[in-house]
């Protein structure tokens, strides 16, 4: 149980719930609800808000496991370290581990095709091909050389943005809701209910960034109380946040409308209540809220590559560091990004950015039970978060699959080089390959 980890001597907690809670929103409110929120339309119509619900549940289930991993093992490496305790240091917890770094790198695709959707909006329509890719590449190449010239930067940047964006989001609820049509969101206008499922999970990369809480576990403040809260609080906030973003958008804005504007869906929304200057003021939101979201998930995404290299997990060189900032690491996660993101469509990206923290999500949970009496959970709880998870994932893939192949491609191609590369470097490079029963 948690009361049986020592406290570190001389350690000094300095981050309380509202801090941690504020961690929590941060990294949920991101890009991603500029990004995804036409892709939910697409599909679930005027019970849009009805699928962010049903992916709010499954990241709510989760996020008491990590709510309880976090309080009995209270550590930076977060997601890394569950996986490993929960399985040792193995063939699966070192493929899960590179399947996390390799997430992070769709998430930055993601939010840099949703910063380039909303960029080419201050341009003349149809934007051309090379403007988007353009975009796209600045979106990621700026934060880079943040990132290698200062890391405070992000971080201390971090908390003002956040704000800004939650109080945008705020703004656009309070102002639009006078302008709701309630027809719009009636049963008459919904999708099947498998097609509302689906939808919540194509957007529940939106969900995902709650998991960095339990990066932060070590700093919190009396941990056994307030991380519950902050997984909790934020989850909830964020859920609620979305399910009203989305009524208010499909409420007031003609589905024909949301359709041509897909990929900048929120700006349109902000229109009836704002005129034209809530689009371009949404716009210029979405901007800021998706650099920011690169800014940060490059730093945070190059220090889970230089904690697995240290580890031995990833090659040395992602261990490389000047002045505390793992150049190396940010050097490589930006160039893959940078590729990803202009190979593969928005919604290609969502689709393989969702399975891919469903898939991890899924695992978690299963480690969460494994570990149950240490860490003190309930286990129907963890069995239903268990179930819900994987019948997410696997609802999302056999659409996907019938829709999409090509993203079936690429996510399988992610787990393949996960699982190809542990075994071949544990083996041939780090060499204790069977140390531990691979």
């Known amino acids: 149980m948690s009361q049986n980890i020592p406290e570190k001597k001389g350690f000094e907690r300095t981050v309380g719930v509202w801090g941690a809670i504020a961690i929590g929103i941060g990294g949920m409110v991101g890009g991603g609800i500029f990004a995804v929120l036409g892709e939910a339309v697409s599909l679930a119509h005027g ?27 209270p550590n930076r490496g977060g997601t890394v370290t569950f996986v490993d305790r929960a399985f ?39 934007a051309p091909k090379w403007l988007e890719h353009t975009l796209i590449t600045v979106a990621i190449l700026l934060p880079m050389l943040i990132n290698l010239v200062s890391a405070s930067f992000v971080s201390k940047s971090e908390t003002i943005f956040v704000f800004i964006k939650v109080t945008l989001l705020l703004v656009i609820i309070a102002s639009g809701l006078f302008f709701v049509d309630t027809e719009r969101l009636s049963p008459a206008h919904w999708e099947a209910p498998m097609a509302i499922v689906t939808a919540g999970m194509i957007i529940f990369v939106a969900y995902e960034g709650f998991e960095l809480i339990a990066n932060a576990a070590e700093d919190i403040i009396e941990p056994e109380k307030n991380l519950p809260r902050a997984f909790y609080g934020s989850v909830f906030f964020v859920v609620f946040l979305y399910v009203m973003i989305s009524i208010v958008t499909v409420g007031v804005v003609s589905e024909e409308a949301l359709m041509k504007a897909k990929d900048y869906a929120l700006a349109i929304a902000a229109e ?47 261990a490389n560091e000047k002045r505390h900032i793992p150049g190396v690491g940010v050097i490589v996660t930006s160039l893959l990004s940078i590729l990803l993101a202009n190979s593969i469509s928005l919604t290609e990206i969502a689709i393989i ?8 999500f899924f695992i978690v949970n299963i480690a969460a039970y494994k570990m149950r009496e240490l860490i003190g959970a309930n286990s129907a709880v963890l069995l239903l978060a268990i179930v819900l998870s994987g019948a997410a994932l696997i609802t999302l893939l056999y659409h996907t699959y019938r829709t999409d192949p090509r993203a079936i491609l690429v996510f399988v191609s992610f787990i393949i080089i996960s699982v190809l590369f542990e075994f071949f470097y544990g083996r041939y490079v780090r060499g204790q390959f069977f140390e531990r029963r691979y």
């Open 88 to 126: 040792k240091k193995n063939l699966l917890s070192g493929s899960v581990n590179l399947m996390l770094w390799l997430s992070y790198l769709v998430t930055i695709s993601l939010y840099a095709t949703a910063f380039a959707s909303y960029g080419a909006t201050f341009f003349e329509e149809p």
């Open 272 to 318: 009836p209540a704002l005129g034209h200057v809530g689009f371009t003021l949404v716009a210029v939101a979405a901007l800021l809220s998706t650099f920011s979201a690169i800014n940060a998930t490059i730093y945070g995404n190059a220090r889970l590559g230089y904690n697995l290299a240290k580890n031995g997990r990833l090659p040395r060189s992602l």
């Open 47 to 73: 019970a849009t808000f009805v699928a962010f619900f049903i992916a709010g549940l499954v990241a709510m289930l989760t996020a008491y496991s990590y709510a309880k991993l976090s309080v009995a093992i």
């Open 353 to 360: 950015g969702s399975a891919g923290f469903l898939l991890i």
